[in-house]
T-cell receptor, first 113, second 113 residues
């Protein structure tokens, strides 16, 4: 079945540090890839998505490139702020309709001021 | 703004009691979901509903059932709750019409004692 792997359970940075969150996926089809972000007490919300391999998604200073060769979709941000503290989920959509999403286990980002 | 309303936000039940979690949406979106979220596990899909009375098991349906009699409402039912069903439950809808984005509610925090 489909799976998404996020190896980093927790990342702690200082403001203005560079962020890199690792994500790899496994599927037998051609998925859409997403990053969702979840703030305390809220549900996940879409951060960015990429539907086509080798394309990059950019939102609010975050970016991720859909790399079909390495089956990766790593999340990066050049300079994090305290307000970026949240849980980040790498998510795989099931191809055409994206009626089913498969979530990674999430990476909790804590940014110290 | 498209919105998902979950009731109640917090719930404490005794083992063996029946539990009803309710979810509403305001735009007649067809596809809706129930997920549970546990620390270190991310979000796991319990049930998908494609429309009224058209429901499908997700990855972890055991111990749960759902009801969708109106497009705007999707309920999750725990018959005889167990302590291992203590979790945060999220409802979501697929925006559809070519948009593969999900909108999540704020969650119901269920404690079974």
């Amino acid at each position: 079945g489909d799976s998404v792997t996020q190896m980093q359970g927790q990342v702690t940075l200082s403001e203005d540090d560079f962020l890199f969150i690792n994500c790899t996926y496994s599927t037998t089809w051609y998925p859409t890839l997403f990053w969702y972000v979840q703030y305390p007490g809220e549900g996940p919300q879409l951060l960015l998505k990429v539907t086509t391999a080798n394309n990059k998604g950019i939102s609010r200073g975050f970016e991720a490139t859909y790399d079909k060769r390495t089956t990766s979709f790593h999340l990066q941000k050049a300079s994090v702020q305290e307000s970026d503290s949240a849980v980040y989920y790498c998510v795989l959509g099931d191809g055409g309709s994206n009626a089913k999403l498969t979530f990674g286990k999430g990476t909790k980002l804590s940014v110290k001021s | 703004d498209m919105k998902v309303t979950q009731m109640p936000r917090y719930l404490i039940k005794r083992m063996g009691e029946n539990v009803l979690l309710e979810c509403g949406q305001d735009m007649s979106h067809e596809t809706m979901y129930w997920y549970r979220q546990d620390p270190g596990l991310g979000l796991q899909l319990i049930y998908i509903s494609y429309d009224v009375d058209s429901n499908s098991e997700g990855d972890i349906p055991k111990g749960y059932r759902v009801s969708r009699k109106k497009r705007e409402h999707f309920s999750l039912i725990l018959d005889s709750a167990k302590t291992n069903q203590t979790s945060v439950y999220f409802c979501a809808f697929l925006q559809g019409k070519g948009n593969s984005d999900y909108t999540f509610g704020s969650g119901t925090r269920l404690l079974v004692i």
